[in-house]
C-alpha cells in the first residue's frame, strides 16, 4: 500500500523546514526635505536601510546578526515583527508572510527590544497578565506561571507590583523577556536583549536565551553588539554592513574564511571597519519612529 502521507511530504517545497525565509528585503526611510548644499530642489533623499536582504532559518536554529550601529539590525526586526512595511522583497515568518498576514506573523513572534512597549502605569505582573490573554492564554494558566518566569529572569519578586515607570532599564527589559518566554513565540527577535544590563544580569539574561532554545525549540534571531554572545548563543553569525549581510555562516567558518583568529577581526575584515567603531550618522534625520 503507498503511504500517502509520506508521498505528500516528499512534495512539500524545498523550504518546508524554514522558520524565517527573507528575499532581497529593502528598506528605504525618506528623510527631512532640509536640502544639504549642493543638492537639487525635488531632489529625492532617502537612506537605504536594508539593501537587498536574503537569508533562511531553520525551525529550532539561532542567529545572530552583527552590525555597527545604523547597519540596518532594528530594521530588519522591525520588518520581521510587522511593525514597519518594506520596500521591496520579501519575509516570511512559517510560511506567513509579514505584509499578506501580519496577523499571523505577529502571533508567532515576539520581539524584545530596548525600545520595548507596556502600559507604563500597569506592574511587570499585569503586564505579562495583558500579553498572555493576547496569545489565548487564562488567568488560571498564567496565575503560578508569570511569578515562576519573573524569577528565572532575576527579576525582583518584591518589585513586581511597582509600575513599569518605577523600573530601571535593566529591569524592565527582564520583564520583556519574561513576556516572550510567557507566550512561548515560535519565533524570537531579541533585539540587543543584552546592552545595557549589568555584567550580572548580562550572564543570567544569556543563560536564560540558551535555556529558550533548549526547552522552547523557538527560532531566534539575536542581533547583538557583543561577541562573546554571539559565538555561544548562535549556530550561524551574520554580518550585516550598511544594509548588506555580508555573510551568514557558523562563527568557525567566518573566522577561517578571512584567515582570523577572533570574531572581531573577521568582522574587520569582511567589513573593513572596526566592530566597536560608532557609524557617523546624523540621527535627526529620522522621520518616523516604529
Ligand atoms: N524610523 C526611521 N526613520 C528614519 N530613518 C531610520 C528609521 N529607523 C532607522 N533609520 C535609519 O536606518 C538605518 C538603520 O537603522 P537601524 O536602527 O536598523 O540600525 P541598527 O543596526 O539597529 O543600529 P544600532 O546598533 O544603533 O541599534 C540608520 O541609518 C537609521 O538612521
Ligand atoms: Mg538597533
Known sequence: MIDISEAVMEAAPAHKGAAVEVHQLRKEFRRKDSRKRGEKRGERRSRVALDGVSFTMEKGETV??????????????????TLLLPDGGYAR???????????????????????????KK???AENLGYA??????????????IPAILGRVGFPPDRRDEPMEALSRGMQQKVALARALLTSPVVLLLDEPTTGLDPRSKLEVQEFIREIRETHDSTILLCTHDLTEAEGLAERVGILDRGRLLALVPADDLKQRYGAETLEEAFFAATGREFAAEEDEDDDDREVFA
Not at 64 to 81: C, D, E, F, H, P
Not at 133 to 143: A, Q, V
Open 93 to 119: 515568518l512559517l510560511g506567513h508572510d509579514v505584509v499578506e498576514e501580519p496577523r499571523a506573523v505577529r502571533r508567532l513572534v515576539n520581539r524584545v527590544s530596548v525600545e520595548a512597549s507596556f502600559f
Open 132 to 145: 498572555a490573554r493576547y496569545y489565548g492564554m487564562t488567568s488560571k494558566d498564567t496565575r503560578d506561571e
Open 122 to 124: 500597569m506592574s511587570a
Open 64 to 81: 545572530a546578526i552583527l552590525g555597527q550601529n545604523g547597519s540596518g539590525k532594528s530594521t530588519l526586526v522591525r520588518l520581521l515583527s
